[in-house]
């Protein structure tokens, strides 16, 4: 089995903004491409325009409506990606040393050449973040982009993974979680970052930021008109949207 190495002094990860990110999938799309078109093996599709489509993402996003104990229920777009624990699990399972953990900045791999799609580390992750490659035969994972974040042939701005160069909203930072006056780790301490399902004893690097409070709904019948006696195309607009069958003001 594959051996952890000492914890790292640099633990490069995400930080994820539950409140800020709408689930358009950005992420998601901009994951694919990068790692079908650079890194390794190609993330294969099988029969993606089928009844029931499949294929290999190293980053998926799901949407889950909830129920605060105050305030009313939000629906919240949950991104998930391999999440580089500190204590790895699907690494320690590995039985060809072909999943492993880096020295250097803690970032958890897979040595595509070594690895034998036994699927062992996919069982062992508690976050379903591994997936088999059913064209390739071979686990894939989140890379971070460790072939977009160290190249220096890339302007600096895009030496981050793509998943948080894409994002239109701004939902998603990358940085070194070891380093206490790094933007990732500030935002985790102003914001009460956590770490997903803390009890399992993996030691996730990546933090989730929970969701702002919301304010209560006012009904529509309460509110009151911005302008009364407005001008132009927008006075005429509600002119017309108010003489419709049903519609008062």
């Not at 990110?21 to 990068?34: D, F, L, M, P, T």
């Not at 508690?126 to 302007?155: H, Q, S």
């Not at 895009?158 to 380093?179: K, M």
């Not at 929970?210 to 607009?237: C, E, I, S, Y």
Request: contains cysteine; hydrophobic residues 35%; charged residues 20%.
């Amino acid at each position: 089995m594959t051996q952890l190495p000492p914890p790292s002094a640099k633990k490069l990860g995400l930080v994820i903004d539950l409140d800020t990110c709408v689930g358009c999938h950005a992420c998601v799309i901009s994951c694919k491409g990068w790692n079908t078109e650079n890194y390794g093996v190609p993330l294969s599709d099988q029969d993606p325009y089928g009844a029931e489509p499949s294929g290999t993402f190293l980053n998926r996003v799901h949407s889950y409506e909830v129920q605060p104990d105050a305030g009313p229920a939000q629906l919240v777009h949950f991104p998930k990606s391999c999440l580089h624990c500190e204590d790895a699990p699907c690494v320690t399972v590995c039985p060809t040393g072909a999943s492993y953990k880096r020295v250097e900045d803690g970032i958890v791999l897979v040595n595509e050449q070594d690895c034998i799609g036994c699927g062992l580390c996919a069982w062992a992750c508690p976050y379903g973040a591994r997936e088999l490659d059913a064209d390739a035969g071979v686990i894939k994972k989140c890379t971070l982009c460790v072939d977009r974040i160290y190249n220096e042939n890339l302007p600096e701005e895009d030496r981050q993974p793509a998943c948080v160069r894409t994002c239109p909203s701004g939902a998603r930072h990358f940085g070194d979680l070891a380093d206490e006056t790094s933007e990732v780790s500030q935002l985790v301490a102003e914001r009460g970052g956590f770490d997903l399902m803390p009890e399992l004893g993996t030691k996730p690097v990546n933090k989730y930021l929970p969701p702002r409070p919301k304010d209560v709904a006012v009904p529509a019948q309460h509110l009151q008109p911005v302008a009364r006696n407005g001008k132009g195309f927008v006075a005429w607009l509600d002119r017309t949207l108010s003489a419709l069958p049903g519609r008062t003001n």
